[in-house]
């Protein structure tokens, strides 16, 4: 389990997807807070007293997209250093060089992906280990 638990913000508008990384997060000892679309996520970072570790973002959502949510991320001296990885059923029509130098994306992994993966990446971009 981790020593100080890390909040991960997760943004995905498909609640299968959305659940599966939850649990494989939450498994692991992350506590993690899932909004349905980039509205929702925007209003749980301002209304929230706690700051979120880590952003997982879908990249296409209704209202406001993972680019959008991005930039807004960005915008906010809280969040402007916080790591995000973009989760996306479009890999092969992004521009992943240009996510990662405009937005400074962490990652982006491709759907379908592996849970492990996915808590492998998390763990990267927290700098940390923690085992199941």
């Known amino acids: 389990m981790l020593s100080e638990t890390k ?15 939850q649990f494989h997060l939450e498994r692991v000892g992350y506590e993690v807070t899932v909004a349905f679309d980039g509205r929702e996520a925007r209003q749980r970072i301002q209304h929230s007293s706690d700051l979120f570790d880590l952003v997982i973002t879908d990249q296409q959502m209704p209202h406001v997209s993972g680019e959008q949510l991005v930039r807004y991320l960005q915008q906010d001296a809280k969040y402007s250093g916080t790591p995000v990885i973009m989760l996306t059923a479009k890999a092969l029509e ?4 240009r996510l990662r ?8 992994i ?5 849970p492990t993966d996915l808590v492998g990446t998390v763990e990267e971009c927290l700098g940390m280990q923690v085992s199941p």
Request: proline letters at 6%; hydrophobic letters at 55%; aromatic letters at 10%.
């Open 7 to 21: 909040k991960i913000l997760v943004v995905e508008d498909n609640p299968a997807f959305s659940s599966i990384v």
């Open 94 to 97: 992004l521009d992943v060089t």
């Open 101 to 108: 130098d405009e937005f400074n994306i962490a990652a982006v």
């Open 110 to 114: 491709a759907k379908p992906f592996s």
